[in-house]
Structures are given as C-alpha cells and as structure tokens.
C-alpha cells in the first residue's frame, strides 16, 4: 500500500523550536528511506494540520499520523483527530490511521536517566542523598498528562539513590519549580538536579533557563543546574519509527493506541468545547496533597 507518514509536532512562538523539529524531521526520513515523511505542526508554524493532511494526502493511498507529543492531552485527544475527522471528508479514497504519541516508558526513563548523569556531573558528582532532582513538565489541564509526569519520577525514583524526586509544571497547573526548590531547600538538600520534560527548545524552554538564573542568585548556598530536553535523542528516533509499525501492522507489541474516536473528543464536542491555543487557564485550583510528602519527595 502507498503510505505516507504525517510527523505532527507541537509548533512554537520560538522559531528555532519550530526549526528543531524541522531538523529532527530531515535526520528521521534519513534514518527510513523507504518512508515518504510529511511534516506539520498544531499551532504557531506556516504548515498546520489542515495543510499537513492534505499534502500526505496527496496520492497516497494510506497516511499514518504520528503525534510528536510527549503526553497525550488535549492536542493528541481531541484536537488533531479532530482534524483527521475533517481530512477524512475531502479525501474519502485514502486510509487515515492514528499512531500513537510517544507516552512515558523505559525509553523516556532511559533519556532521564542519561540527562541526570550530565546534570551531576555539572555539580561535581555530590552525594545522591543531598541532591534533589525535580522533573519539570509542561503541564496540562488534562490529569492523566500530569500523571505521565508522576509515573515516570516514581521510575526514577526506584532507579537511582535519590531520596529527594519531585515534579514540577511550568504553567497551566502546580506545583510549580520556585515551591518545589523552596521545599527542596528547606529539607537541607545542597544541590538540585532539574530535568525538563520537553522534547524541543521552545518559549517555555527558554522560561527554564530564566528561572533556574533567578532561583541559583536566591540559592547562592545549594547548586542548582538544569539538563536538556529529548528531542535529537536515539531513543525518540526508535519510539517514532516503532509507533509507525505499529500503527501499519509491522510491530505486534501490544500498545493501546489514542483513538480517534476517542469519548473524551466525543463529550468535548457534544458540549461544544473547542481547544483554545491561549494556554492560559482562569480555573481555579485546588491543591490539596500538595505538601503531602512521602520520604521520596512524590506527592503521597
């Protein structure tokens, strides 16, 4: 069958993000020739989704969509199917099939564990002990997402000899970094390991590097140094590349895939909710656990 394969990254107001994921998308279609590779973006980019589908469309008699998403919230639920609904209409000859985004497993356990080592070795290899390591996600006003973020620090947690493994968001939700450093310090820890959650550089990125100035100048007494993020990892490579099989039959590993049918896309449009692009959020929150804290510094 002739397939084409859609690369969907997020997109981002910081060109060179967008410029990344363009990068990123190049070395792919080097490393699988035998694919015909599309790439598009959600939002803040000169190819969105619309345009995307149609020109993977284009004499193609099946297109796998492949979300270039770390967490599945509201973009990989309800947004591009959406979109995949709508391209289905205007080309009712091609085969549209949702791969699934890239999630929290041993492969992303694998990248964290790798940038930790860096980000020790930055601060001189101290003590597990008396270093913290917060894990720094984007953040979501969708609870499972979240819960990504909680299931892979509990990983890392049982993986090193850390006592100390936290999470943090940089917006939508909490707790945010500036408390869980303030907490961290205030447990004697003298160094703090920062692991963003991120596949590519991007506004929010740069955000990090901000704060984690600020919070060294408030904390001249711990050390304080942040990693990078995933993207031009090997392991993203073969995520991708194993979500496509999947996705056309070639890999039998068993995977729940996101549904473009899914009932929370479904409920959202019934109640006729639509995803804004603002990411700004007037909910108001309630936060109760959040100081909740077992010995390993997860939320109990």
Not at 115 to 129: A, G, Y
């Amino acid at each position: 069958m002739n397939t084409s394969i859609l690369l969907v990254g997020h997109g981002s107001r910081h060109q060179p993000g967008n410029d990344e994921i363009m990068q990123f998308s190049a070395k792919w279609t080097e490393m699988n020739p035998q694919w015909r590779i599309e790439t598009c973006f959600i939002e803040f980019a000169d190819i969105l989704l619309d345009d995307g589908l149609d020109k993977a469309a284009q004499n193609a008699e099946r297109v796998v969509v492949v979300p270039l998403i770390l967490n599945a919230a509201g973009h990989v639920k309800m947004e591009i199917p959406h979109h995949i609904s709508k391209a289905r209409l205007r080309h009712t000859d091609v085969e549209f099939v949702y791969a699934a985004h890239l999630g929290a497993n041993d492969s992303i356990l694998s990248i964290l564990k790798r940038n930790l080592r860096k980000v020790l070795s930055q601060i001189d290899m101290p003590d597990p002990e008396t270093t913290g390591v917060i894990i720094l996600g984007r953040g979501s006003s969708d609870k499972i997402a979240n819960g990504e973020i909680s299931k892979i620090a509990r990983w890392l947690f049982d993986e090193t000899d850390h006592k100390h493994v936290d999470i943090a968001f940089t917006g939508i939700t909490y707790p945010r970094l500036e408390a869980v450093v303030q907490q961290q310090a205030t447990l004697g820890i003298t160094q703090i390991a920062i692991l963003p959650y991120y596949l590519f550089t991007g506004t929010l990125f740069e955000r990090i590097k901000r704060q984690v100035k600020r919070l060294q100048q408030q904390y001249p007494q711990i050390a304080i140094a942040h990693g990078q993020y995933f993207g031009f990892e090997p392991e993203i490579y073969a995520l991708l590349t194993q979500r496509v099989e999947q996705a056309i039959g070639q890999n039998s590993e068993n995977l729940m895939m996101e549904c473009d049918g899914c009932q929370y896309r479904q409920l959202a449009e019934e109640q006729g909710h639509t995803h804004s692009h603002t990411h700004e959020h007037n909910h108001a929150h309630k936060h109760e656990s959040d100081n909740k804290k077992n010995k390993s510094g997860l939320a109990a």
